[in-house]
Each structure stands twice: as C-alpha cells, then as structure tokens.
C-alpha cells in the first residue's frame, strides 16, 4: 500500500536553503491575500530565482521564508504549489531526517484522494 506523508507543520522546510518558485497566478493569489498591489508585492517579498528564469519568495537574513512567522506560515491560505506538494510531490533523499511528516500507510483510493486534495487550490496540506 503507498505511504502519504502527513504534514506535522514543524516548519523545518520553511526554514532551510532552496527557494520557492512562484508562479504568476500564486503571485497574484499572495497580492490580494496582503491586500496589495502586484508591483507592491513584487518589489516587498520577491527576489530573481537563480537561474534568472522567474521569481521566487523573498528569505529573511537567517535563510528563512519571509512569510514565516514564529511556528507559523502567515500565508499559510494561499501558500505556493511547492510548498504544498512537500514532501509528497516532492522531496530528495534523506530528507525525512529534518521533516517530521509522519509516513502513513493508506490505500491506494485514499493516497490518490490526498493527493487530489494537495493539487487542488483551496485546500490545506
Ligand atoms: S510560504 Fe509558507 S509554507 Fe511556504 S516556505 Fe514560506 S512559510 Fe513555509
Ligand atoms: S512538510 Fe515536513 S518539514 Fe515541512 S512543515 Fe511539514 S513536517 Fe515539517
């Protein structure tokens, strides 16, 4: 039976190296939920991705995202697809030594209905 991995919100993937490519339609779902404009926005919580092809999340001097605050995400409604599909869109080798998801095995009907949930906009994680 697959494993979905259940999100425990520790938060351990908003804090390390990477960064949060956006996506113009997550760009303006971010905007309005900050009541601000799209340049606004643009200019205050993003930055060139490094590859120059688009944008990315703005990180705080510690390496942290800048929408994180204490333990929690502030955009947590509207957060970007990357995030959501962490860790089980997407993931790399070892990483359940930081992230404390708990791997729950489910029936295959049950991890394609979570999954379904993660891809769809206007759900949680
Ligand atoms: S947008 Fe939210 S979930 Fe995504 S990295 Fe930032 S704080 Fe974490
Ligand atoms: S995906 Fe993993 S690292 Fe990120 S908040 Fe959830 S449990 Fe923590």
């Not at 351990?12 to 490519?21: F, K, M, N, T």
């Not at 200019?43 to 590859?51: C, E, G, K, P, V």
């Not at 995030?83 to 869109?89: A, G, I, K, M, T």
Request: hydrophobic residues 35%.
């Amino acid at each position: 039976m697959p494993i979905f991995y259940e999100c425990q919100r520790c938060t351990a993937c908003c804090r390390w190296p990477g960064q949060v490519r956006l996506t113009d339609a997550e760009i303006t779902r971010l905007a309005a939920f900050k009541g601000m404009s799209e340049a606004d926005f643009i200019q205050q919580f993003t930055r060139l991705r490094w590859d120059r092809g688009g944008l990315a999340l703005q990180e705080k001097p510690d390496g942290g995202c800048i929408f994180l605050e204490g333990d929690d995400c502030s955009v947590q409604a509207v957060k970007p697809q990357q995030c959501r599909d962490f860790p089980n869109l997407w993931n790399f080798p070892g990483f359940q030594q930081t992230c404390k998801a708990f791997p729950r095995e489910v029936t295959e009907a049950e991890y394609q209905r979570r999954i379904a949930l993660i891809k769809s906009r206007g759900s949680h994680r």
